[in-house]
């Protein structure tokens, strides 16, 4: 039989033992064995753009508050609105909130979890049950305790804080995708408000192709009532104006839906955006000699690109995470209490009772879950890497086709604000010549015809112009700086 020395000293060689092996484990619980660290992927990116838009450069295209160089304050009030009430920009501000606190609880998981305990317990043992029916049984004890329960999970390989190096680059990816969102959203307004200024030009214009059909319609008449032209003068006139009285009704109702598709993006109603539209304005057009960055420094200022990456990275350190389930799991547990029957000495020394050690856990047999768990991360992670290079390929595509757009309708324009004035002057002359009795009441209508349709292809193509713009913007990422980004404010 051991000897009260022997017997201490044994202890205390376990107790030291013990006290070698957790500090072990707490210094290795800063190391990160599990998965493989993150490089950023490299996309190769062209040199240079295939497209360009020709014209005077005034400098490198800036897209940081760029509806600000269509000089246009109703377009200013209507994106500042936007950005204050659009109800799916708050939404996603709240995915953003929502994953700020899905970090903070992977972060928590290295530190340890305490639960304080305590109770009051009163037992009365059967007098008809085994040893309490021999000693008479029926006996009562009240049970008083206080205390805490620590469990405290040590990363030691490091699958913690793969779970937190996945939750930062997810909750940075979310922030992104507030921001593209934000991108779009101003966009959209933007296009919107041109859909506006555009319809109400073409109104304009077809009030003033109603009234010089009017007087053609007089002139018709005119002169059947003086015997010089035959009805049908008078009737086709009066078919070429109620033609293109007919269109005005379309036009207005164009105006009525696209004003309510800006309340939506308001957040807001109809009447709140016709008092920001205020009176008719002209279409806006931001200057339009500018160079694009490469492509390199492009991509680098989209945020969906930016999101993309930043998911292939919070996917990437998932794969460790589930490889750490193939490896034994370290724990330290203890529990402290004050126990007693009487409840007021339960606060004395001698009520004390504990319990401290370090514990383990290691699935040894899972029927490969685990492994095939490791391999649906890996796989999601390829994936992800793959949609990467995708984001990056449509980004480049958008840029190209908006920089084509531009160009394309810049000389769809040009030729027609020539035919547009050929137009009118045709218009001018023939109606002259059919008043003198020189031509046939035909030309008058062709030509009021032509230049009905030109005038309103003119209008239509200033507005495609100037939407051309806003989707190169949107193409390059524009939108409000980070520093002056609605996630670093106090919202």
Known sequence: MKSSFEFNRSLSATTQLGAVALISLVSLSGCKFVGTDYEAPQVAAPDAWNQRIV????????????????????????????????????????????????????????????NGTGGMRRERT??????????????????????ADLT?????????RRSIESADAGLQAVEENYRDFMVLLIAEVARNYLDVRTVEERIILAQQNIENQKGSLKVANDRFNAGLAPKQDTTQAQTNLSDTQAFLPQLRQQRTTTVNRLAILLGGYSPTVEKLLGKHAMIPMPPQGTEIETPAEVLRARPDIRAAERQLAAQHARVGVAEADLYPRFALNGNFALLSNESGNVFESGSRAYGFGPAFRWNLFSARRVRSQVDIEESRTREAYLEYENAVLGAVEEVETSMSGIANERDRLQSLKLGSASAKETVSLVKDNYSKGLVDFQNVLDAER??????????????????????LYSALGGGYPDDKDELNSSK
Not at 127 to 147: L, Q
Not at 450 to 471: F, H, K, M, P, W
């Open 55 to 114: 014209g005077s450069p005034v400098g490198v295209l800036a897209v940081d508050y760029w509806w600000k160089q269509f000089e246009d304050e109703s377009l200013n009030q209507l994106i500042d609105v936007a950005i204050e009430s659009n109800k799916s920009l708050a939404i996603a501000y709240e995915r953003v909130v929502q994953a700020r606190s899905a970090r903070q609880i992977s972060n928590s998981a290295l530190f340890p979890t305490i």
């Open 450 to 471: 032509t230049a009905t349709r030109v005038e309103d292809s003119y209008a239509v193509s200033q507005g495609l112009l100037a939407q051309a713009y806003i989707n």
């Open 152 to 160: 405290w999970e040590l990363d030691v390989l490091g699958g913690v």
């Open 126 to 147: 059967s007098e008809n049950v085994g040893v309490s029916k021999a000693a008479g049984g029926g006996g009562s004890e009240t049970f008083y305790a206080a205390g």
